[in-house]
């Protein structure tokens, strides 16, 4: 998918398996959702929500260590998932703030009526990357073309929609959580356990050109030679 973080980064996308999933609880739990709420990525998420009328709320709250193997090495995760309150049609909104191996914070809205599942903002390293229904890298959803980006740059598809029903189908190991709509423990677990169901589950995005840098390196051959690669 070529985003960094959990959608689409190569340490969230890395092909492996997972090994362990560990929910803290007590005064490790207390500590990663101090850790979390006191974020910048977390803090300006939380703005962004409260302009569309959502705010948080610690009840239920989770914190998962989760344990991916691959190839090469070991990732360890270290996530919470928290919801927010406010929606008008009571659909369920869960931020998920990753704090390690990467720091970012998402948040995502589930539309049981329709079986959709939106992210609503995307924040990571204290930028903005995405807001739902907003002027901001919005795309008509036409493909975008090496020749369309500039020099160094490749065309890169971004999800932001995906059919819930067939996430949860896809990811029979996260099914449980899924099912019995322990939703701050679902999202979390779907989009590292299952990073593949991100892809072939998405029902609406936006194309971006994306700077040659970091695994696209070694994942494109145009971008060899690019600066951002060393070339």
């Given at each position: 998918m070529g985003q960094s973080g959990l959608l689409g980064d190569d340490v969230s996308q890395a092909s492996g398996?997972?090994?362990?999933?560990?929910?803290?609880?007590?005064d490790a739990k207390e500590r990663a959702l101090e850790k979390s709420l006191n974020s910048k990525d977390f803090k300006i998420l939380a703005k962004v929500l409260a302009g569309m009328g959502y705010e948080p709320t610690l009840?239920?709250?989770a914190v998962l260590e989760i344990v991916k193997t691959t190839a090469e090495k070991e990732?360890?995760?270290?996530?919470?998932?928290?919801?927010?309150?406010?929606?008008?049609?009571?659909?369920?909104?869960?931020?998920?703030?990753?704090?390690?191996?990467?720091?970012?914070?998402?948040?995502?809205r589930l539309d049981n009526k329709t079986q959709t599942l939106e992210l609503l903002a995307e924040v990571r390293k204290g930028e903005v990357e995405w807001v739902r229904n907003s002027s901001y890298r919005q795309s008509t959803g036409r493909p975008l073309t090496l020749q369309s980006c500039p020099p160094?740059?490749?065309?890169?598809w971004h999800c932001t929609t995906w059919n819930w029903g067939c996430i949860?189908?896809?990811?029979?190991?996260c099914q449980t959580s899924?099912?019995?709509?322990?939703?701050?423990?679902?999202?979390?677990?779907?989009?590292?356990?299952?990073?593949?169901?991100?892809?072939?589950?998405c029902s609406g995005g936006y194309w971006d050109c994306v700077l040659c840098q970091g695994g696209n390196c070694y994942n494109m051959q145009y971008c060899h030679s690019c600066p951002g690669c060393g070339g």
């Open positions: 398996s997972v090994r362990n999933v560990t929910r803290v609880e007590g009840e239920d709250a990732i360890d995760y270290f996530v919470v998932g928290m919801y927010f309150v406010g929606d008008a049609e009571s659909r369920t909104i869960v931020a998920v703030i990753s704090l390690e191996p990467v720091q970012e914070a998402l948040a995502f160094c740059h490749i065309p890169i949860v189908s896809c990811c029979g190991a899924c099912i019995l709509h322990v939703w701050a423990v679902c999202l979390p677990c779907l989009l590292i356990w299952c990073p593949i169901c991100t892809t072939t589950c």
